[in-house]
């Protein structure tokens, strides 16, 4: 499997970066009480951090409304999803526990300031292409409708687009019979490659101390457009 990052969003957006991690033979399953209790803790002092900062405040959010925008799309109309979880705990509107691998995915996501997305693997087919959505990309989503992605950034396989910075799809949703994910951050434009490295390994090394398996990680940037999983570190040298 392949995965490019195409050049139509790197005209736009020259440091466009996303994060790549290939989790294997993971488990998914009930998030531990540690997991829940950082999730709610972590969402409380967001909460307080909130009531003094605004949303331009925030460097993910920031920058991810000027990604919007340079793509051509309203980000006060169609949020990126970081910004919608931090409006929602604005509120005091908190993230309850789905499973393991969920809680992760959206702690990370409040923690870096940054859209994050896990998908089943397994459920995918073909290379993968970071690109821009075109007026009839879209899918049923997580969040209960179907979605347009027309100007924004989405993951799409050889079937159809299955993830992006606004919302997930059910075609690719984590489930706890899912044993190989991929996890895509999407990152700062702002932030440096190097950072961005060490963001994937910590993130690896969280999941993988929950959720056990492997993890595999690379940044696709301007330097950086294509890999292949086989280009990926070897496995026993990639265990976090």
């Known amino acids: 499997?392949?995965?490019?990052?195409?050049?139509?969003?790197?005209?736009?957006?020259?440091?466009?970066?996303?994060?790549?991690?290939?989790?294997?033979?993971?488990?998914?399953?009930?998030?531990?009480?540690?997991l829940k209790?950082?999730?709610q803790l972590f969402q409380e002092q967001l909460f307080f951090e909130l009531e003094e900062r605004s949303f331009d405040e925030i460097d993910g959010i920031r920058e991810w409304r000027n990604v919007w925008k340079a793509l051509g799309?309203?980000?006060?109309?169609?949020r990126p999803s970081v910004e919608a979880l931090y409006r929602r705990i604005s509120k005091q509107a908190y993230m309850e526990s789905h499973s393991s691998a969920i809680?992760?995915?959206t702690l990370f996501s409040l923690q870096y300031g940054i859209p994050s997305g896990m998908y089943n693997l397994e459920t995918l087919t073909g290379d993968i292409r970071v690109t821009i959505g075109h007026a009839e990309d879209g899918y049923d989503g997580l969040n209960g409708r179907f979605n347009s992605l027309h100007n924004m950034p989405i993951l799409k396989d050889g079937y159809s687009p299955f993830g992006s910075p606004y919302a997930d799809s059910v075609r690719s949703a984590?489930?706890?019979?899912?044993?190989?994910?991929l996890h895509v951050l999407f990152l700062r434009p702002e932030m440096n490659v190097e950072e961005a490295?060490?963001?994937?390994?910590a993130c690896?090394?969280?999941?993988?101390?929950?959720?056990?398996?492997e993890a595999t990680a690379a940044i696709l940037c301007a330097e950086n457009p294509s890999i292949e999983v086989t280009d990926l570190p070897?496995?026993?040298?990639?265990?976090?």
């Open 1 to 34: 499997m392949k995965f490019y990052l195409e050049p139509s969003i790197v005209d736009a957006v020259p440091d466009f970066k996303v994060a790549i991690i290939h989790y294997n033979r993971t488990t998914v399953s009930d998030s531990p009480q540690m």
């Open 37 to 39: 209790g950082r999730l």
């Open 73 to 78: 799309a309203d980000p006060a109309r169609y």
């Open 103 to 105: 809680d992760l995915n």
């Open 174 to 181: 984590i489930t706890e019979e899912t044993t190989e994910i």
């Open 197 to 201: 490295q060490r963001l994937a390994k």
């Open 204 to 213: 690896g090394t969280m999941f993988t101390s929950i959720n056990g398996g």
């Open 234 to 240: 070897p496995r026993q040298d990639a265990k976090y």
